[in-house]
């Protein structure tokens, strides 16, 4: 198993390369914490611990690497549709 935690702005990630039950290989595995002033240690907003549908990796290098990309994909994607706050005051005024 191989694990490595990262923070990505507001958001803490958690990727880890786990040794599969059965055979030989690595899968991917990700956690994703978003950090405020409410939650000191971090609201989980998305978790996945068998990501690609279980996909086995021949090295834990390649199934962190993986983890780790889906998870700058995952913040991405919500950055781009999550309001800013300007937005939501002028959405309310």
Do not use: N
């Not at 958690?14 to 994703?32: C, F, K, N, R």
């Not at 290098?61 to 913040?75: S, T, Y």
Request: proline share 2%; net charge neutral.
């Amino acid at each position: 198993m191989k694990f490595e935690d990262r923070i990505d702005g507001d958001y803490r990630i958690y990727a880890g390369a786990l040794d599969v039950l059965q055979g030989d290989g690595y899968i991917a595995a990700l956690v994703v914490s978003r950090t405020s002033p409410r939650h000191a240690k971090g609201q989980e907003v998305f978790r996945d611990e068998s990501l690609a549908c279980g996909h086995r990796w021949s090295t834990a290098d390649e199934a962190l690497m993986f983890a780790l990309c889906k998870a700058r994909e995952w913040i991405g994607h919500q950055r781009q549709h999550l309001p800013k706050l300007g937005d939501q005051r002028a959405m309310q005024a």
